[in-house]
Every structure is written in structure tokens, then in C-alpha cells.
């Protein structure tokens, strides 16, 4: 167990539809990431917060955004969802903005099928 | 753009059958090398964070190297509960890349008994 925690676990919804991932870093953590993976892209990094704020962003749609709350817990918003958006989301948490040793911590995931 | 090239893609192995993982990375400036486990259907599990060529880190059968170009991850007399995905990522110091990490494709071993 990371200390990452990730709800849902699963997710099925239709074309259009729009879904929050909710991430609760591990306790102290103030950087979260999340991440995309699907078979054929592998892990893509999507964005990261840290202590609240946006401060690194990767291939993200427009259509996702997200936001990290002051109590620390991050939520990731998909709207217009597509088929090509099923995938496995991770967050991870780390201690610090960035740094040799600053290991990244996964959650267990959300599945989301989109059909 | 920093890229990351895992290989073998599949690695069988027999159980006390010792291999390596190769993992190959080019990246503007290495502020880190990261190496992950994945169950499937789990979230990558950290094993080892290595930074200066040269470096080496131990857990139990698995040792992890470093050189200026590539990594490689030992797995000395594997057992079947290490089979599992095994995953390389990079942290850069270039640009504004803060923490993302840039994952290869993996190397997905299965260990038989």
C-alpha cells in the first residue's frame, strides 16, 4: 500500500459524459501527478500540482482539467468524453516540486470505460 | 525531448534463471532514473531512484545500475512472484518538466517455475 488512494476504483459512462477522479496523496506529500495508460500510449504524464497550484503539464486535452484543493487532494475532470479516453488514470504523490530523490508514489488507479 | 527505450519488450525466465533489463535514456540533463514494478491492473509500485553514473542500489534479487546512457535492472535467481511489468522512467532537468516523469514501454518477465 502506497499511502496514494484513488476513487473510483472503476468508472463505465457513454461518449459525452463527463467524470471527476478524486487522488488523496500520502499524508505530508504536497506534489501530486497524474498520469494516463493505455495499451498502445503506455504511461503519459498529464499534469502536476503542487501545494495547490499547476506547475507542470504534459499531453492533456483540453477537454481534462484539474485542481488541487487546499487540504491537498487532487480531482481530475474529463468532459466530451471519447472511446479513445478509456484507460487506466494513476495519481502519484511526492514531497517535494521536483529533485533526484524525490520518488513519486502511485495510487492503485481508476479504470474508466467509456462505451 | 527526453526519450526512454526499454528492451527486451518480453523476457521469459526460468525459476533461478539470472538475466537483465536494459533500459536506454536521452534526456537534455538526468536529474533522475526511476525504476517500477507493475502488477496488472495495479499502480507501479517504486523500487529504486538512481542519479550519478556509477550508482547501484540492491533489493533483495533485484540490483539496479546506472551509466551515462542506459540502466539496467539484475535479477538474480528469480523466483515466480517476479513476474510483473518492470518500468524505467526519467526525470529531466530541462525546461519547466518539474517532477513528470517519462516512461519506457516497459519489460513485461514472467518467471516459471
Known amino acids: 500500500d502506497s499511502g496514494v488512494t484513488q476513487t473510483p476504483k472503476h468508472l463505465i459512462t457513454a461518449t459525452g459524459q463527463r467524470v471527476t477522479l478524486r487522488c488523496s496523496p500520502r499524508?505530508?506529500?504536497?506534489?501530486v501527478y497524474w498520469y494516463q495508460q493505455s495499451l498502445d500510449q503506455g504511461l503519459q504524464f498529464l499534469i502536476q500540482?503542487?501545494?495547490?497550484?499547476?506547475?507542470a503539464k504534459g499531453n492533456i486535452l483540453e477537454r481534462f482539467s484539474a485542481q488541487q484543493f487546499p487540504d491537498l487532494h487532487s480531482e481530475l475532470n474529463l468532459s466530451s468524453l471519447e472511446l479513445g479516453d478509456s484507460a487506466l488514470y494513476f495519481c502519484?504523490?511526492?514531497?517535494?516540486?521536483?529533485?533526484?530523490?524525490?520518488?513519486?508514489?502511485f495510487g492503485p488507479g481508476t479504470r474508466l470505460t467509456v462505451l | 525531448e527526453d526519450q526512454v527505450t526499454q528492451s527486451p519488450e518480453a523476457l521469459r525466465l526460468q525459476e533461478g534463471e539470472s538475466s537483465s533489463l536494459n533500459c536506454s535514456y536521452t534526456?537534455?540533463?538526468?536529474?533522475?532514473l526511476f525504476w517500477y514494478r507493475q502488477d496488472p491492473g495495479k499502480g507501479p509500485e517504486f523500487l529504486f531512484t538512481?542519479?550519478?553514473a556509477g550508482e547501484e542500489k540492491e533489493k533483495e534479487r533485484l540490483k539496479a545500475t546506472l551509466t551515462k546512457k542506459e540502466s539496467f535492472l539484475h535479477i538474480t535467481a528469480p523466483k515466480p512472484e517476479d513476474s510483473a511489468t518492470y518500468l524505467c522512467?526519467?526525470?529531466?532537468?530541462?525546461?519547466?518538466?518539474?517532477?513528470?516523469?517519462?516512461f519506457g514501454q516497459g519489460t513485461i518477465l514472467t518467471v516459471h517455475p
Open positions: 499524508s505530508g506529500d504536497l506534489s
Open positions: 502519484a504523490s511526492s514531497a517535494l516540486l521536483a529533485g533526484a530523490y524525490n520518488e513519486q508514489f
Open positions: 538512481l542519479y550519478s
Open positions: 500540482y503542487y501545494n495547490g497550484e499547476e506547475r
Open positions: 534526456v537534455s540533463g538526468l536529474r533522475g
Open positions: 522512467a526519467v526525470v529531466s532537468t530541462g525546461g519547466t518538466s518539474y517532477g513528470k516523469l517519462t
